[in-house]
């Protein structure tokens, strides 16, 4: 049986969510410079994929 | 189109004090975010039609075409305003290289919607699971956008 409940559209931007909050931590906190750039590609795909599910609508 | 705004940003960015930018992208962060949580209402560019179902079988790229043209918003509705946002953020505040992230993301984001769909049913239940969950849904995806950009910008 297939676990719908993953692929309902709250649980896609609820994981948007949290990783972005992952990625604003990351990139506020990091004192490492690889780190702090890779947060910061992290965070705008983060805002590009929300962009893009909210974007789509029904389709 | 990432990188057309990118490379349209690096003037701005290299012209325009960063203070005034950030103020820029951060009421227009408002606006949006307001509008997507059903606060006020207001009209985003968009080329309000549908691609042909004729463009699918125009020779061998049609169908290369009618994603494209779909996957892009050159020729569709647009229900956010959250892909507006992002691309002033890439002209105005975001680093070139975030840039193309961005675009990834948002490409990812495009293609995740027709693939849960299909995956859902095919029966075509999804625009009533879409539908129902819509009002907490775009507020969500709303502060995840912004929150995203406003740390990128922070940090």
Not at chain 1, 25 to 49: C, I, Q
Not at chain 2, 13 to 20: E, N, S
Request: glycine share 10%.
């Amino acid at each position: 049986m297939r676990a719908r409940w993953a692929l309902h559209p709250l649980t896609v931007s609820v994981v948007l969510l949290l990783v972005g909050g992952l990625g604003a931590v990351s990139a506020l906190v990091t004192t490492r410079d690889l780190a702090a750039a890779g947060a910061v590609l992290l965070l705008a795909l983060v805002a590009g994929a929300a962009a893009g599910f909210a974007n789509s609508g029904s389709t | 189109m990432a990188f057309v705004a990118a490379a349209l940003g690096a003037l701005p960015q290299a012209l325009v004090p960063a203070p005034v930018r950030w103020g820029i992208a951060g009421a227009l962060a408002l606006a949006v975010l307001g509008r997507e949580c059903g606060l006020w209402s207001f009209p985003v560019p968009e080329n309000g039609r549908l691609v042909p179902e004729r463009v699918q079988h125009l020779k061998e790229w049609g169908a290369l075409q009618f994603g494209f043209e779909m996957g892009t918003g050159m020729r569709t509705y647009s229900p956010s305003a959250l892909p507006h946002l992002v691309l002033l953020a890439i002209v105005l505040v975001v680093p070139f290289p975030a840039a193309f992230a961005a675009g990834l993301g948002f490409a990812l984001g495009r293609l995740a919607m027709p693939l849960l769909s299909n995956a859902w049913s095919d029966d075509g239940a999804w625009t009533a699971v879409w539908a129902r969950a819509e009002k907490v849904v775009r507020p969500i995806l709303a502060v995840t956008c912004v929150g995203s950009l406003t740390a990128l910008v922070l940090s």
